[in-house]
């Protein structure tokens, strides 16, 4: 017997589990984050069944799970979905022992799942409907696992397959009773799980009447089921924009048809206190559009169309809180969605009967803000917004119109205007004075060598500038916002800061030490410089919504004219010095004045590309 049970523990996987039933990566598709494991084909063996066929909003519904006694399951997930939904709505209270709640589609106690990877035949709980909730159906998924082995038999060459349920690392399949097993193989982990939707559907009365008190009618599973793709949105265009319908574009005008990358937007009344609303806009994760009482996230009714973790596209209406994640609503009273993604492009279009509803105001009749906002997702969530729009004026969509979006914040302009002349002129000048114009002398400036001066004077001034951006930035957002731009924008802040501060405590010129001092301010500048380029850069690409890109490729010309003329002054200064190795002839005041010449056509070089990026940044 040593022998087999040896090459079984040669041989056992370690099995991955999720026993405490801490599922919620599973919340959206329902699947189990086990490794290569599809759902079943066939039919569930499993049903749900509910103390009663129809709910009002507040009703609590008694749920029960059912496995057939031969087929226990070991994990599950639980929720209550709308009619065609992806969210989770309502939520549960457990019986004793029947497992653990779960936060899923940012809605706290919206799941169900085990607690423990024992084998469970029934769960039984109580969910609860919220407010304004159409028809729903309950969506679960079930695990079972067992191991399978080979025994083989010491008389003949048959085979004995010995399945073990609810395997554990190095647990010991049983041995064949009649038998001595010569060897024992390891064939394969079977994970079978099954993820389906209820057949029948559990009404919404809306409050219009009681519900009755049927006697446990069984909602029976239907065969194993993947949500559908919404059909593909077709036709979205600029056409009859403030004809018959608003629209809201960036940038401005553009049609959807000609150009699929820029952000469209139409709002369009029909009979019956419905609206029409089409969207479509490049994006790697959700575009989405909303309704706000000013000009600043919160508070805001908002639709977002988002792809989902299995590559789908699905419509969520929400509620935005500002800074943190928006809270996922019931899609409420929504109809005919269309949806689809090709190359990168998002687009979507619904009907809504949903009463527009912010914090201060509701209805179709009255006047908002609209905001546009689009961003990546992760598995499905979104993830803070890359870009926004926001209106100029205040539109009321049931009277078409054409949409200007309003220009970004005149203080994140003065922001972006002053790290631009800090880090691209201002510095570039003071960092070419100290070290080129420093090797070749020069006249005295009050008392001082004259390079000396225009680099403290210059510098002085690039430091004073990125402090005072970096103020505006921060006292507009206030707080912190994604993405690289801040990031890179601090540390360029933090090392300008502490340049001067070293220099003020420099030792000598004659101190033996001194070389740790040039060697370390030289290098801060030059990892500021690089920091400060790429700060631009990210912020350039934020407010460039032009097709071509061309403030990122007047940025790009920028630096290779900056480039050009840091090679010309470093040939320049390599040649001083092996000149001034091999001629007896003064070269001092040649080689001051050749570079003062290409300091100043740098200049004049550097102020087109300077006043082109200003007026990029004027009218964004």
């Known amino acids: 017997m040593l022998l087999p049970v040896l090459l079984l523990l040669s041989v056992c996987p370690v099995i991955r589990c999720f026993s405490s039933g801490l599922v919620m990566d599973s919340c959206e598709d329902m699947r189990p984050r086990h490794s290569g494991q599809t759902p079943q084909t066939g039919p569930s063996p499993f049903t749900v069944t509910t103390e009663r066929s129809s709910f009002t909003p507040g009703d609590r519904v008694k749920v029960n799970l059912q496995a057939p006694p031969t087929t226990p399951f070991i994990g599950f997930l639980l929720q209550a979905r709308e009619v065609g939904g992806w969210s989770a709505v309502g939520s549960y209270t457990l019986t004793e022992g029947a497992g653990r709640l779960l936060t899923c589609s940012l809605r706290q106690d919206s799941a169900v799942s085990h607690q423990s990877d024992s084998a469970k035949n029934s769960i039984q709980v109580m969910w609860r409907s919220s407010g304004n909730m159409r028809d729903i159906q309950f969506q679960y998924g079930l695990l079972k696992y067992y191991l399978l082995f080979n025994c083989h038999e010491s008389h003949n060459s048959t085979k004995l397959v010995v399945k073990v349920y609810n395997p554990r690392p190095?647990?010991?399949?049983?041995?064949?009773?009649?038998?001595?097993?010569?060897?024992?193989?390891?064939?394969?982990?079977?994970?079978?799980?099954?993820?389906?939707?209820?057949?029948?559907?559990?009404?919404?009365?809306?409050?219009?009447?009681?519900?009755?008190?049927?006697?446990?009618?069984?909602?029976?599973?239907?065969?194993?089921?993947?949500?559908?793709?919404?059909?593909?949105?077709q036709n979205i265009s600029s056409a009859d924009c403030g004809v018959s319908k608003v629209c809201f574009s960036h940038p401005s005008h553009?049609?959807?048809?000609?150009?699929?990358?820029?952000?469209?937007?139409?709002?369009?009344?029909?009979?019956?206190?419905?609206?029409?609303?089409?969207?479509?806009?490049?994006?790697?994760?959700?575009?989405?559009?909303?309704?706000?009482?000013?000009?600043?996230?919160?508070?805001?009714?908002?639709?977002?169309?988002?792809?989902?973790?299995?590559?789908?596209?699905?419509?969520?209406?929400?509620?935005?809180?500002?800074?943190t994640a928006p809270q996922l609503l019931p899609l409420g009273n929504v109809s005919d969605v269309r949806a689809s993604v090709q190359d990168g492009v998002i687009r979507c279009s619904f009907t809504s009967m949903n009463i527009i509803s912010t914090q201060r105001t509701s209805g179709f009749n009255r006047t908002y803000h609209l905001l546009f906002a689009h961003g990546p997702s992760s598995s499905g969530q979104i993830q803070f917004h890359t870009e926004t729009f926001i209106s100029t004026d205040k539109i009321n969509i049931s009277r078409p119109s054409l949409v200007r979006p309003a220009g970004r914040p005149h203080i994140l302009k003065a922001h972006g205007a002053l790290m631009l002349i800090s880090w691209m002129t201002s510095g570039s000048v003071g960092m070419m004075a100290a070290r080129y114009l420093k090797a070749a002398g020069g006249q005295q400036l009050f008392s001082r060598d004259g390079w000396f001066v225009v680099h403290v004077a210059v510098m002085s001034v690039t430091v004073a500038a990125t402090f005072i951006a970096s103020i505006l930035s921060f006292s507009h957002v206030q707080g912190w916002s994604e993405g690289a731009h801040p990031v890179l924008g601090c540390l360029v802040l933090v090392l300008s800061v502490l340049q001067p501060v070293l220099?003020?405590?420099?030792?000598?010129?004659?101190?033996?030490?001194?070389?740790?001092?040039?060697?370390?301010?030289?290098?801060?500048?030059?990892?500021?410089?690089?920091?400060?380029?790429?700060?631009?850069?990210?912020?350039?690409?934020?407010?460039?919504?032009?097709?071509?890109?061309?403030?990122?490729?007047?940025?790009?010309?920028?630096?290779?004219?900056?480039?050009?003329?840091y090679f010309l002054l470093e040939v320049h200064l390599k040649w001083k010095f092996y000149s001034k190795d091999t001629s007896t002839v003064p070269l001092e005041s040649t080689t001051m004045d050749v570079d003062v010449l290409l300091v100043a056509l740098f200049l004049l070089g550097n102020i087109p590309f300077l006043v082109a990026l200003l007026a990029g940044i004027g009218t964004s």
Not at 278 to 303: A, K, L, N, T
Request: proline residues 8%; glycine residues 8%; contains cysteine.
């Open 170 to 233: 190095g647990m010991l399949p049983p041995v064949h009773p009649a038998s001595l097993c010569l060897s024992v193989s390891f064939v394969e982990n079977f994970s079978r799980f099954w993820v389906d939707v209820t057949s029948d559907v559990l009404t919404s009365t809306g409050g219009s009447e009681t519900p009755p008190t049927a006697t446990s009618p069984t909602i029976s599973p239907a065969r194993t089921t993947t949500i559908q793709p919404a059909p593909p949105a």
């Open 503 to 565: 220099a003020l405590l420099r030792c000598g010129p004659q101190h033996p030490l001194r070389f740790v001092f040039n060697w370390s301010h030289a290098l801060n500048a030059a990892a500021i410089k690089a920091l400060a380029v790429a700060a631009i850069f990210t912020g350039l690409k934020l407010i460039d919504s032009s097709v071509n890109q061309w403030l990122m490729k007047v940025m790009g010309g920028f630096v290779g004219w900056e480039l050009l003329f």
């Open 254 to 323: 553009c049609d959807p048809t000609v150009n699929a990358h820029c952000y469209f937007l139409s709002a369009m009344m029909l009979p019956g206190a419905a609206a029409r609303y089409e969207m479509s806009g490049p994006s790697d994760g959700y575009i989405s559009f909303g309704f706000s009482d000013d000009q600043m996230m919160g508070d805001d009714d908002i639709y977002i169309c988002g792809v989902s973790s299995v590559g789908l596209v699905r419509v969520q209406h929400a509620f935005s809180r500002g800074q």
